[in-house]
């Protein structure tokens, strides 16, 4: 981690004891101006979007209160819990996919479950009817999660990522 600024050297720590597991540090990839604007956003009382419940209970939403920020979860039924859930509902119901599509605040997206949630944000940043100030895309799976990543890590939106089929909502909340 010596190449690492100290504020990335903290996240990444968080996230190996996140997941218990020192090998994650060479997954994670960050854009140049991921924590600039993390911090920007932020400190402004942005509009945080998360894909299911899980990961909106496990944000540290104390701080968010304090920032001023807002939490609102997109595919919003507390009986998900699962990426495949989440995938289902996600492709099932059409509202949630406009719901993603009308969501165009200055905010914060936190994927954590659904690859095709992300993949949805990718295609929405890439024909401009979306600008997110931060991305934290880490769904996790086997499928399409490694695609959806790599395809956030080329539409340049700053991001935070673990490349491969790593991930999930407690490290996507922890970042």
């Known amino acids: 981690l010596s190449n690492r600024s100290e504020i990335e050297v903290d996240l990444i720590s968080k996230l190996v004891l996140a997941c218990g597991d020192v090998s994650l540090v060479s997954f994670v990839r960050l854009s140049t101006d991921a924590i600039a604007s993390a911090r920007q956003t932020l400190k402004s009382g942005c509009q945080i979007l998360v894909d299911i419940p ?60 659904a690859p095709s949630v992300l993949l949805s944000i990718c295609e929405a940043v890439e024909s401009r009817e979306i600008q997110p100030e931060l991305v934290i895309g880490m769904p996790i799976g086997f499928s399409h999660a490694p695609a959806a990543k790599r395809k956030l890590m080329q539409i340049g939106v700053p991001f935070i990522t673990i490349e491969g089929t790593l991930g999930g909502g407690l490290l996507a909340a922890t970042a």
Request: hydrophobic share 40%; with cysteine.
């Open 54 to 113: 899980t990961v909106t209970a496990a944000l540290d939403n104390t701080r968010l209160v304090h920032l001023g920020c807002r939490v609102e979860t997109l595919i919003d039924n507390p009986h998900i819990t699962t990426a495949t859930e989440a995938e289902k509902a996600f492709w099932q119901h059409q509202q949630w996919r406009d719901k993603l599509r009308n969501f165009n605040y200055k905010s914060v997206l936190v994927i954590g479950y």
